[in-house]
């Protein structure tokens, strides 16, 4: 019991120390363009600015908020992966909850994405003419940036925290680190970010799952950008890629 205790605390401790090494790796490295430098640059010569800027952006929180953190954590520290929520869980149990929040999710953003300062901010990827292409590119790199988000912060740190310290100590450690980690995009998307980190949380506490957080995560994601290309008259839709 006391060895299984320990385990628990020490992996809670690495979770919280991962999201803020690899947190600050991210940033530190998306600011410096190393990815966009070294690969993503040299392999698309050609391709637009603002793409590449975007999608180098992405993979780097991808490599970050997903890869490194599931390579340390299965692979070094041989955590389950059903210890981190990795698992579908109890989600058919609350399917009712799941609907009702992507409802509220698609309703909120449709309304929020009218601002101008909204709009100001998404889509990040900053071009004036969409096209069916750009599209695929903006919802994929956010549905698999979010993936591995959601794993760090939703799957490992909510659940290690929460076997080692229990609920409260496990969604005030989440929601401190959830605010820290927004608070380079500015104090209004820190303080935003709070109340979404508390229904992500806990989606992760009832359904045993870190997966209908991401699966929320991701909606308000994707929905934010596309609500605000179709109310921003600043950006050009083409449904068809040979548009003009």
């Known amino acids: 019991m ?23 790796l991210y940033y530190f490295t998306a600011k410096k363009r190393i990815l966009h430098d070294l690969l993503i640059k040299p392999l698309f010569p050609s391709g ?6 975007f999608v180098s952006f992405k993979l780097t ?11 340390l954590f299965v692979f070094i520290f041989r955590t389950e992966p059903t210890r981190m929520g990795f698992v579908t869980g109890r989600m058919c149990h609350f399917w009712y909850l799941l609907i009702l929040l992507m409802l509220v ?9 009218k601002g101008r300062s909204v ?31 959601e794993f760090l912060f939703r799957g490992i740190l909510w659940f ?4 080692a310290f229990g609920f409260w100590p496990a969604l005030v450690i989440n929601l401190v680190l959830y605010f820290l ?29 870190f997966l209908p957080a991401f699966l929320i995560h991701s909606l308000i994601a994707v929905l934010t950008d596309l609500f605000s290309l179709y109310h921003n008259p600043e950006v050009r ?7 003009k």
């Open 2 to 24: 006391g060895e299984n205790k320990l385990t628990a605390e020490v992996l809670a401790f690495a979770a919280i120390f991962s999201v803020l090494l690899l947190f600050f």
């Open 48 to 53: 637009s600015a603002a793409a590449l800027e």
């Open 61 to 71: 929180g991808i490599l970050f908020t997903g890869i490194v953190p599931f390579i």
């Open 105 to 113: 999710t698609s309703l909120l953003s449709f309304n929020l994405s």
């Open 119 to 149: 709009q100001e901010r998404s889509p990040e990827l900053k071009i004036i003419d969409w096209f069916p292409r750009h599209i695929i590119l903006s919802v994929s790199a956010w549905v698999i940036y979010i993936l591995g988000y």
């Open 160 to 163: 290690q925290c929460y076997e």
């Open 181 to 209: 980690v927004h608070l380079p995009q500015g104090k209004f998307m820190a303080a935003g970010a709070l109340p979404v980190g508390i229904v992500l949380c806990l989606l992760s506490w009832l359904t045993g799952s």
């Open 237 to 243: 839709l083409h449904l068809s890629e040979k548009s």
